[in-house]
């Protein structure tokens, strides 16, 4: 096979992907892993340790908004309707159609956070460290080394500094318990989010959507 006709393949693949992803169909491992942006042993070392248990072969995407999302998918729609209402003049919200298939996309890593924030990864990350900056938006947590992040979640809160606040999962499946591990470093989030990814002096206007 040619670079060529690697790269044609590679893409023809990542397309048929997003098909299944945003079909509303139930997922397979594999497309379950596009989704979290992760291998398939781990995408599944993830369901597992979420309690996202399969129906079948596949994984349904109210089991995914439950376990892995920790939302309530039945109650996305009205709350679209009641950040439109709050936020009538955000571009960003006016331009879901759909806000399921919207937050279908694939998450991303830390860096990729970084990266649709103008950040330097490392950067962000000694701020973060120091306490100077937090995340304001949902860091979803799979282990001290993986956590992954929703493309909508940081492009609102980037360009228009709100917040989802999604609602919370109203029966998510009890998860297993975790065996004990080594402590690792706790990871900030939105306590204070006057230091939240702008550093103090900047903007400090923050609306919270909901």
Same mark, same amino acid.
């Given at each position: 096979?040619?670079?060529?006709?690697?790269?044609?393949?590679?893409?023809?693949?990542?397309?048929?992907?997003?098909?299944?992803?945003?079909?509303?169909?139930?997922?397979?491992?594999?497309?379950?892993?596009?989704?979290?942006?992760?291998?398939?042993?781990?995408?599944?070392?993830?369901?597992?340790?979420?309690?996202?248990?399969?129906?079948?072969?596949?994984?349904?995407?109210?089991?995914?908004?439950?376990?892995?999302?920790?939302?309530?998918?039945?109650?996305?729609?009205?709350?679209?309707?009641?950040?439109?209402?709050?936020?009538?003049?955000? !571009?960003? *919200?006016?331009? %879901?159609?759909?806000?399921?298939?919207? $937050?279908?996309?694939? =998450?991303? +890593?830390?860096?990729?956070? &970084?990266?649709?924030?103008?950040?330097?990864?490392?950067?962000?990350?000694?701020?973060?460290?120091?306490?100077?900056?937090?995340?304001?938006?949902?860091?979803?947590?799979?282990?001290?080394?993986?956590?992954?992040? !929703?493309? *909508?979640?940081? %492009?609102?809160?980037?360009?228009?500094? $709100?917040?989802?606040? =999604?609602? +919370?999962?109203?029966?998510? &499946?009890?998860?297993?318990?975790?065996?004990?591990?080594?402590?690792?470093?706790?990871?900030?989030?939105?306590?204070?989010?006057?230091?939240?990814?702008?550093?103090?002096?900047?903007?400090?206007?923050?609306?919270?959507?909901?």
């Amino acid at each position: 096979m040619t670079h060529r006709s690697q790269i044609d393949s590679n893409g023809d693949e990542t397309r048929k992907l997003e098909e299944c992803l945003h079909s509303g169909h139930s997922l397979t491992a594999k497309v379950l892993a596009f989704h979290l942006g992760v291998d398939r042993n781990t995408a599944t070392r993830i369901a597992k340790a979420q309690g996202l248990a399969p129906e079948g072969s596949t994984y349904p995407w109210r089991r995914i908004w439950w376990q892995i999302h920790n939302i309530e998918y039945s109650l996305l729609a009205s709350h679209l309707e009641k950040l439109r209402t709050h936020f009538p003049k955000s !571009r960003i *919200l006016g331009d %879901i159609e759909n806000i399921e298939v919207t $937050l279908r996309t694939p =998450l991303v +890593k830390y860096p990729g956070m &970084a990266a649709m924030l103008r950040e330097h990864p490392d950067t962000l990350r000694k701020q973060i460290d120091r306490g100077d900056r937090t995340i304001p938006f949902p860091v979803l947590g799979f282990g001290p080394r993986l956590q992954l992040f !929703r493309p *909508l979640d940081i %492009i609102l809160w980037r360009d228009e500094e $709100l917040l989802l606040d =999604l609602p +919370k999962a109203e029966n998510p &499946a009890p998860k297993p318990k975790a065996k004990a591990t080594a402590k690792s470093r706790p990871h900030k989030t939105s306590v204070d989010r006057k230091k939240a990814i702008f550093p103090p002096g900047g903007r400090t206007k923050r609306k919270a959507a909901g």
